[in-house]
């Protein structure tokens, strides 16, 4: 089993900084991707940027060109630095990611994914 450790949240004013870390510990042979998500109340759950283990990258359209995700492989951690931040940036940010667990994992095919608990990011003056 593997474990998501996210940190960095906190509260800012809009157009300032945040970056977020999440590390990935357990049961792990090989990361597919990892990304992060957020969810603010009254709206859906939604992608804010991901990465592949080979450098692949994603962005949500409202956070291009403000957010930026990168990954350190050798500790198997994401980040996200998040820049002229805004109100509705407000909203709990999950780390996610997909993994194949172990050999038998890789051989088959079987993907795994795994969440981290949820850090706050509140834009706010």
């Known amino acids: 089993q593997a474990q998501l450790v996210e940190s960095g949240g906190g509260l800012v004013q809009p157009g300032g900084s945040l970056r977020l870390s999440c590390a990935a510990s357990g049961s792990i042979f090989m990361i597919i991707a990892m990304g992060w998500y957020r969810q603010a109340p009254g709206k859906e759950r939604e992608l804010v940027a991901s990465i592949t283990s080979g450098g692949s990258t994603k962005y949500g359209d409202s956070v291009k060109g403000r957010f930026t995700i990168s990954r350190d492989n050798t500790k198997n951690t994401v980040y996200l630095q998040m820049d002229s931040l805004k109100p509705e940036d407000t909203a709990v940010y999950f780390c996610?990611?997909?993994?194949?667990?172990?050999?038998?994992?890789?051989?088959?095919?079987?993907?795994?994914?795994?969440w981290g608990q949820g850090t706050q990011v509140t834009v706010s003056s």
């Open positions: 996610n990611a997909a993994v194949v667990s172990d050999r038998i994992g890789a051989f088959t095919g079987r993907r795994d994914d795994y």
